[in-house]
Every structure is written in structure tokens, then in C-alpha cells.
């Protein structure tokens, strides 16, 4: 079974601020992927960024950077330089590398961001 | 442009009363699926197509059907709504089932259950 643990419920920060996010995640698989998906209060999921299980390499892009360890099967999420337009919901979620899109997401980290 | 439109956004239906949401896509992609977020929770998957086969997750309730007339529409009846089935309902589409398209998803139908 798969399963995807955010034990963060709710974290607040003030802007300018960085904050990291944390996601465990349980698979019997070898071959997997991860997501971090970000909900504002218009409701949509957005999209943020896909990891498989063989590229261990952490990744930036902008304000946003991933740490992903399978040693401690974590896949986390800093956000640098906080701003009040990042308050949002935010998911971690694990697939089934034949089924991709089928996700299982985490229960979901609530960011506040106060200016 | 939104690339995934669901509609309603709200919708309010009494305790039994069949209703039905709508999903429609622009992106032509083979795949929709249908989430329920109940409060606070994440969301789960309740069934997806891929193209026109009907995929159910086991621990769907019966209660939970859906169609898809064509590659553009999807719906989600439910049949005899009950109390615990107010939710957020969240539909997605992606190209393909595998991890190496991206799931694009509406901005959902808040379901409230009177």
C-alpha cells in the first residue's frame, strides 16, 4: 500500500521568511514518483513539480527547491524567501510508476504567510 | 485560459436527490479522472477514464457513477446523495496514465448536501 504523511497541519510565517515543508512517504515499489501539488483558495490544484524514484538529484527552480532522500524516503519542500502570494494549501503525493496520474496525496500543509 | 472547467463551482442538492457534475477539457487528453476532498482531507481518487474504459478505485461506493459521452466531457452522478458525501469534487485530465504527462486539474465543484 501507498501512503504519504505531511505532519505539518498548518505552519505561519512571516514574509521574507523560509520554510521547509515535510513529506514521508511509504511504497513498496521501485519504481515511483512524487509530486508536490499546490492548492490557493480558487481551489484548482497546480502543479509543481514530479520527481521518479531514480533521480535522487535535488532540484531549484526559483524561489522553490526539493529535497528528495530515499534513504529516509522524504520529499521536501522549501520555499525561500517567503511571500504572501505563497499562502496556500500545499499536497505531496506518490504514484505508481504504470499509473502515473493516479495519485496519492498527502493530507496537506496549510501555509499563512503575514506580511 | 482554464484548460479543465468544471461546473458548477457550487452546488447545493437535498439529502437523495440524484445530481450530476460536469468536467470538460480543452487539451484533447485521453485521460480524466474524478477526486472527492472532503474537508481538511486530501483528495482521493474515486474512478478515471481512459479514453472511453471505465476505471473504478475498489473503495468507491456504488453510490458514485460516471459517464463519458465523448473525449471532452466527463460527469459524476451520485445517485442518492447522502451527508458524508458533501465534498469537494476535483476533476483532472492528463495525455496519458503514465507519470511522464502532467495532470492538469479544474478548480473543482463544492458539493453542500441539505
Known sequence: AQKVTQAQTEISVVEKEDVTLDCVYETRDTTYYLFWYKQPP??????????????EQNEISGRYSWNFQ????????????????DSAVYFCALSRAEYGNKLVFGAGTILRVKS | DAMVIQNPRYQVTQFGKPVTLS??????HNVMYWYQQKSSQAPKLLFHYYDK??????????????????????????????????????CATSRD???????????GTRLTVV
Not at chain 1, 481551489?43 to 509543481?48: H, K, R, S
Not at chain 2, 468536467?23 to 484533447?28: A, E, K
Not at chain 2, 496514465?97 to 478548480?107: I, K, M, P, V
Open chain 1, 42 to 55: 480558487s481551489g484548482e490544484l497546480v502543479f509543481l513539480i514530479r520527481r521518479n524514484s531514480f533521480d
Open chain 1, 70 to 85: 530515499k534513504s529516509t524516503s522524504s520529499f521536501n519542500f522549501t520555499i525561500t524567501a517567503s511571500q504572501v502570494v
Open chain 2, 23 to 28: 468536467c470538460s477539457q480543452t487539451l484533447n
Open chain 2, 53 to 90: 474504459d471505465f476505471n473504478n478505485e475498489a473503495d468507491t461506493p456504488d453510490n458514485f457513477q460516471s459517464r463519458r459521452p465523448n473525449t471532452s466531457f466527463c460527469f459524476l452522478d451520485i445517485r442518492s446523495p447522502g451527508l458524508g458525501d458533501a465534498a469537494m469534487y476535483l
Open chain 2, 97 to 107: 496514465l503514465g507519470a511522464n504527462t502532467e495532470a492538469f486539474f479544474g478548480q
